[in-house]
């Protein structure tokens, strides 16, 4: 979504108005993708008119719209307005197991959740609102160490991935989650599609950098936007997948591959 659909300085998506609107007139689903929380993107949603579904905090949560499908989903429940399929664990389990591992592992963390909401502003150049929205998580815990040098820090990612968690440094965070994989969550959502629609579907992924480059393996039709950061034309990663990189970067790029792949 971000540096794709939305301009990620700007938050503008004028650049691909054409796309949405040819998308929604031809009834084609388009899913958002994004390391953000539900709170987060809601307000992007409503911004675009999107009523399909979305995969939210690095593939911690699907999330489908009330009486989407018109069959069960298996593994959902009821999440507000929402019908959700939760890959990661519970963020308070999340939180509870972030803290213990840093005390076994001799190692300070301070993650969303020892924050105040001031605090959280002024970490992330956020405003107070937005800082509120960003704080409302469901699966993955930001965080960054307070004091710990490289080999603890080593050591605190290994007991980590000994209990089934994963720390992963993303910028100007560590994230901290369980499940959380947007390849699994794309995947899956694009079997569901198959299985409810009863047709052969082909799932096209445009990812923004890459960090998209893991997702975008599973789809059928994978397309980087590079920005002049790559050359354009075809790659072959190291799984097999050829990804297009496309010539142009942001919106623009994007409703450029969209026209051009529904044309």
Known sequence: MEGAIFDPRSG????????????????????????????????????????????????????????????KIPGSFRNGRYLCIAQGRPYAEVCSALDDIAEECGVGVAGFHHMSLKEIAENTGLRARDAELARSREFDEPFYF???DEAAIKKFVEAAKLK??????????????????????????????????????????IGASAEDVPWLQV?????????????PGEINTHHGKTIIIAATAGPAGWNETVLDIIS
């Open 146 to 148: 307070t004091s710990a």
């Open 12 to 71: 503008s998506y004028t650049d691909a108005e054409e796309a949405l609107s040819e998308l929604n007139l031809r009834k084609i689903p388009l899913i958002l993708m994004t390391p953000h929380t539900r709170a987060e993107i809601e307000p992007w949603r409503r911004k675009i008119g999107h009523g399909h579904p979305f995969i939210t905090e690095n593939g911690g949560g699907i999330f489908f719209p009330d009486g989407y499908l018109n069959v």
């Open 219 to 231: 789809m059928d039709q994978p397309i980087l936007l590079s920005g002049g950061r790559a050359i």
């Open 164 to 205: 089934g968690y994963s720390a992963r440094q993303g910028g100007q965070f560590w994230h901290f989650s369980s499940g959380c994989d947007p390849a699994r969550a794309a995947r899956n959502l694009a079997e569901l599609f198959r299985e409810a629609t009863r047709t052969k579907l082909r799932a096209v992924g």
